[in-house]
Protein backbone atom coordinates (compact mmCIF):
# COMPACT_ATOMS: atom_id res chain seq x y z
CA UNK A 1 0.00 0.00 0.00
CA UNK A 2 3.06 2.76 0.79
CA UNK A 3 4.54 1.58 -2.53
CA UNK A 4 0.96 1.77 -4.22
CA UNK A 5 0.81 5.46 -2.51
CA UNK A 6 4.51 6.98 -3.50
CA UNK A 7 3.46 5.73 -6.91
CA UNK A 8 0.18 7.52 -7.47
CA UNK A 9 1.17 10.92 -5.53
CA UNK A 10 3.54 11.08 -8.40
CA UNK A 11 1.75 10.33 -10.76
CA UNK A 12 -1.22 12.56 -9.79
CA UNK A 13 0.99 15.31 -9.23
CA UNK A 14 2.16 15.31 -12.89
CA UNK A 15 -0.79 14.06 -14.88
CA UNK A 16 -3.21 11.82 -12.72
CA UNK A 17 -4.87 8.74 -12.51
CA UNK A 18 -2.81 8.06 -9.31
CA UNK A 19 -6.45 5.74 -8.03
CA UNK A 20 -5.73 3.59 -10.93
CA UNK A 21 -3.02 2.30 -9.01
CA UNK A 22 -3.92 2.54 -5.28
CA UNK A 23 -7.38 1.32 -5.64
CA UNK A 24 -6.54 -2.43 -7.43
CA UNK A 25 -4.04 -3.01 -4.26
CA UNK A 26 -7.16 -1.81 -1.85
CA UNK A 27 -9.35 -4.42 -3.51
CA UNK A 28 -6.60 -7.28 -3.19
CA UNK A 29 -6.43 -6.68 0.23
CA UNK A 30 -10.29 -7.81 0.44
CA UNK A 31 -11.85 -4.11 0.81
CA UNK A 32 -15.46 -3.40 -0.53
CA UNK A 33 -14.80 -0.96 -3.59
CA UNK A 34 -16.80 1.69 -1.67
CA UNK A 35 -14.88 1.13 1.16
CA UNK A 36 -11.57 0.90 -1.10
CA UNK A 37 -12.78 3.80 -2.61
CA UNK A 38 -13.80 6.32 0.57
CA UNK A 39 -9.89 4.59 1.58
CA UNK A 40 -8.26 5.85 -1.13
CA UNK A 41 -9.62 9.53 -1.56
CA UNK A 42 -9.01 10.00 2.29
CA UNK A 43 -5.10 8.58 1.69
CA UNK A 44 -4.31 10.61 -1.30
CA UNK A 45 -5.08 14.35 0.29
CA UNK A 46 -2.02 13.99 1.69
CA UNK A 47 -0.35 13.57 -1.76
CA UNK A 48 -2.56 16.06 -3.90
CA UNK A 49 -1.19 18.83 -0.84
CA UNK A 50 1.87 17.94 -1.54
CA UNK A 51 2.41 17.96 -5.26
CA UNK A 52 0.18 21.55 -4.93
CA UNK A 53 3.01 22.17 -2.76
CA UNK A 54 5.62 21.26 -4.94
CA UNK A 55 4.31 23.22 -8.15
CA UNK A 56 3.84 26.73 -5.95
CA UNK A 57 6.24 28.29 -8.13
CA UNK A 58 4.06 27.75 -11.29
CA UNK A 59 0.56 29.13 -9.19
CA UNK A 60 2.08 32.41 -8.80
CA UNK A 61 -0.20 34.79 -10.51
CA UNK A 62 -2.98 32.56 -10.52
CA UNK A 63 -4.84 32.77 -7.20
CA UNK A 64 -8.09 34.59 -8.49
CA UNK A 65 -8.28 32.43 -11.41
CA UNK A 66 -7.99 29.13 -8.61
CA UNK A 67 -10.47 30.53 -5.93
CA UNK A 68 -13.09 30.77 -8.86
CA UNK A 69 -12.79 27.27 -9.89
CA UNK A 70 -12.07 25.96 -6.53
CA UNK A 71 -15.59 26.77 -5.96
CA UNK A 72 -16.83 24.61 -8.75
CA UNK A 73 -14.50 22.09 -7.55
CA UNK A 74 -16.37 21.87 -3.75
CA UNK A 75 -19.53 22.16 -5.31
CA UNK A 76 -19.08 18.72 -7.75
CA UNK A 77 -16.56 17.05 -5.09
CA UNK A 78 -19.56 17.22 -2.53
CA UNK A 79 -22.00 16.07 -4.95
CA UNK A 80 -19.91 13.43 -6.43
CA UNK A 81 -19.10 11.96 -3.16
CA UNK A 82 -22.87 12.12 -2.35
CA UNK A 83 -23.70 10.01 -5.55
CA UNK A 84 -21.00 7.27 -4.80
CA UNK A 85 -23.34 6.66 -1.73
CA UNK A 86 -26.28 6.71 -3.16
CA UNK A 87 -26.24 5.06 -6.55
CA UNK A 88 -25.06 1.76 -7.66
CA UNK A 89 -21.69 1.08 -7.76
CA UNK A 90 -21.83 0.44 -11.59
CA UNK A 91 -23.82 3.56 -12.60
CA UNK A 92 -20.70 6.05 -13.24
CA UNK A 93 -18.15 3.12 -14.00
CA UNK A 94 -20.36 2.42 -17.47
CA UNK A 95 -19.44 6.30 -18.64
CA UNK A 96 -15.67 6.80 -17.11
CA UNK A 97 -13.80 5.52 -20.27
CA UNK A 98 -16.08 7.02 -22.64
CA UNK A 99 -15.19 10.51 -20.23
CA UNK A 100 -11.29 9.54 -20.44
CA UNK A 101 -11.04 8.76 -23.98
CA UNK A 102 -12.44 12.67 -24.54
CA UNK A 103 -10.46 14.02 -22.28
CA UNK A 104 -7.83 12.42 -24.42
CA UNK A 105 -8.78 13.29 -27.78
CA UNK A 106 -8.85 16.88 -26.53
CA UNK A 107 -5.43 16.80 -24.97
CA UNK A 108 -4.33 15.61 -28.38
CA UNK A 109 -5.96 18.29 -30.12
CA UNK A 110 -5.70 20.74 -28.10
CA UNK A 111 -2.47 23.01 -29.58
CA UNK A 112 -4.78 23.26 -32.86
CA UNK A 113 -8.11 23.96 -31.24
CA UNK A 114 -6.32 26.86 -29.04
CA UNK A 115 -4.98 28.01 -31.82
CA UNK A 116 -7.84 28.57 -34.03
CA UNK A 117 -9.80 30.06 -30.57
CA UNK A 118 -7.20 32.37 -30.25
CA UNK A 119 -7.38 33.49 -33.57
CA UNK A 120 -11.53 33.48 -33.34
CA UNK A 121 -11.68 34.91 -30.31
CA UNK A 122 -13.54 38.62 -29.97
CA UNK A 123 -11.35 39.31 -26.72
CA UNK A 124 -8.75 37.77 -24.69
CA UNK A 125 -11.17 37.91 -21.85
CA UNK A 126 -12.06 34.13 -21.34
CA UNK A 127 -9.01 32.92 -22.09
CA UNK A 128 -8.00 34.34 -19.22
CA UNK A 129 -10.24 32.56 -16.73
CA UNK A 130 -11.83 30.19 -19.20
CA UNK A 131 -15.03 32.02 -19.03
CA UNK A 132 -18.67 30.00 -18.28
CA UNK A 133 -17.48 27.29 -19.92
CA UNK A 134 -14.69 26.03 -18.45
CA UNK A 135 -16.20 26.96 -14.84
CA UNK A 136 -19.03 24.44 -15.82
CA UNK A 137 -17.16 21.89 -17.03
CA UNK A 138 -14.65 21.67 -14.36
CA UNK A 139 -17.58 21.33 -12.09
CA UNK A 140 -18.99 18.47 -13.69
CA UNK A 141 -15.59 16.89 -13.97
CA UNK A 142 -15.31 17.41 -10.10
CA UNK A 143 -18.80 15.33 -9.60
CA UNK A 144 -17.16 12.59 -11.36
CA UNK A 145 -13.60 13.16 -8.99
CA UNK A 146 -16.06 13.14 -6.38
CA UNK A 147 -16.96 9.88 -7.19
CA UNK A 148 -14.03 8.04 -8.26
CA UNK A 149 -11.56 10.43 -9.49
CA UNK A 150 -9.27 8.16 -11.59
CA UNK A 151 -8.17 10.11 -14.45
CA UNK A 152 -9.52 13.11 -13.03
CA UNK A 153 -6.63 15.45 -13.35
CA UNK A 154 -6.87 14.53 -17.10
CA UNK A 155 -10.07 15.78 -17.94
CA UNK A 156 -8.76 18.38 -16.05
CA UNK A 157 -6.22 19.23 -18.15
CA UNK A 158 -8.33 18.75 -21.03
CA UNK A 159 -10.48 21.62 -20.41
CA UNK A 160 -7.56 23.90 -19.40
CA UNK A 161 -5.63 23.73 -22.07
CA UNK A 162 -7.62 24.25 -24.67
CA UNK A 163 -9.70 27.07 -22.64
CA UNK A 164 -7.10 29.16 -20.90
CA UNK A 165 -4.15 30.63 -22.91
CA UNK A 166 -1.34 28.94 -20.03
CA UNK A 167 1.19 26.83 -20.24
CA UNK A 168 1.49 23.27 -19.69
CA UNK A 169 3.50 23.27 -16.36
CA UNK A 170 1.10 26.40 -14.99
CA UNK A 171 -1.99 24.42 -15.84
CA UNK A 172 -0.49 21.27 -13.82
CA UNK A 173 -0.19 23.37 -11.13
CA UNK A 174 -3.77 24.61 -10.96
CA UNK A 175 -4.75 21.13 -11.45
CA UNK A 176 -2.98 19.92 -8.26
CA UNK A 177 -5.32 22.31 -6.51
CA UNK A 178 -8.62 21.56 -7.75
CA UNK A 179 -8.06 17.95 -7.55
CA UNK A 180 -6.76 18.89 -3.91
CA UNK A 181 -10.13 20.51 -3.00
CA UNK A 182 -12.06 17.87 -4.62
CA UNK A 183 -10.32 15.06 -2.75
CA UNK A 184 -10.84 16.96 0.72
CA UNK A 185 -14.16 17.90 0.63
CA UNK A 186 -15.28 14.24 -0.45
CA UNK A 187 -13.13 12.76 2.63
CA UNK A 188 -14.69 15.42 4.81
CA UNK A 189 -17.84 13.93 3.77
CA UNK A 190 -16.94 10.25 4.10
CA UNK A 191 -15.42 10.72 7.60
CA UNK A 192 -19.12 11.42 9.28
CA UNK A 193 -21.26 8.92 6.61
CA UNK A 194 -18.50 6.06 5.25
CA UNK A 195 -16.50 2.67 6.33
CA UNK A 196 -12.71 3.20 5.65
CA UNK A 197 -9.69 1.99 6.46
CA UNK A 198 -7.54 3.28 8.62
CA UNK A 199 -4.35 1.38 8.27
CA UNK A 200 -4.77 2.03 4.24
CA UNK A 201 -5.33 5.23 4.71
CA UNK A 202 -2.30 6.04 6.71
CA UNK A 203 -0.36 3.87 4.68
CA UNK A 204 -1.36 5.48 1.14
CA UNK A 205 -1.03 8.93 2.79
CA UNK A 206 2.52 8.72 3.81
CA UNK A 207 3.26 7.09 0.75
CA UNK A 208 1.02 10.01 -1.50
CA UNK A 209 2.98 12.93 0.32
CA UNK A 210 6.33 11.40 -0.55
CA UNK A 211 5.31 10.62 -4.27
CA UNK A 212 3.83 13.93 -4.55
CA UNK A 213 7.08 15.73 -4.22
CA UNK A 214 8.62 13.43 -5.89
CA UNK A 215 6.14 14.36 -9.35
CA UNK A 216 6.83 17.58 -8.67
CA UNK A 217 10.71 17.78 -9.33
CA UNK A 218 10.21 15.34 -11.94
CA UNK A 219 7.05 17.14 -13.69
CA UNK A 220 8.72 20.18 -13.69
CA UNK A 221 11.22 19.36 -16.33
CA UNK A 222 8.96 17.80 -19.19
CA UNK A 223 8.61 20.25 -21.80
CA UNK A 224 4.72 20.43 -23.31
CA UNK A 225 4.86 17.48 -26.23
CA UNK A 226 6.61 15.35 -23.45
CA UNK A 227 4.05 16.04 -20.70
CA UNK A 228 1.30 16.03 -23.46
CA UNK A 229 2.21 12.18 -24.45
CA UNK A 230 2.39 11.17 -21.18
CA UNK A 231 -0.98 12.68 -20.64
CA UNK A 232 -2.17 10.26 -23.07
CA UNK A 233 -0.06 7.08 -22.80
CA UNK A 234 -1.88 7.29 -19.36
CA UNK A 235 -4.90 7.71 -20.17
CA UNK A 236 -4.80 4.88 -22.39
CA UNK A 237 -3.72 2.29 -19.74
CA UNK A 238 -6.71 3.98 -17.83
CA UNK A 239 -9.26 3.01 -20.53
CA UNK A 240 -7.27 -0.21 -20.95
CA UNK A 241 -7.35 -1.18 -17.05
CA UNK A 242 -11.00 0.50 -16.91
CA UNK A 243 -12.62 -1.50 -19.64
CA UNK A 244 -10.31 -4.96 -18.17
CA UNK A 245 -11.74 -4.55 -14.66
Excluded at 85 to 90: F, I, K, N, S
Excluded at 213 to 238: H, M
Aim: glycine share 12%.
Amino acid sequence: MFGAGVSAGAINTVVGSGTLITFPVLLATGLTPVTATVSNALGLIPGNISGAFGYRRELKGQGRRILKLSVGALLGGITGAILLLALPATAFELIVPVLVGFALVLVSVQPLISKRMRRNAPSDTHRRDGGPLLFVGLTLASVYGGYFSAAQGIIYMSLMGILLDETMQRLVAVKNVLVAVVNAVAALFFLFVADFDWTAVALIAAGSALGGQLGAKVGRRFSPAVLRALIVTIGVVSIVQLLLR
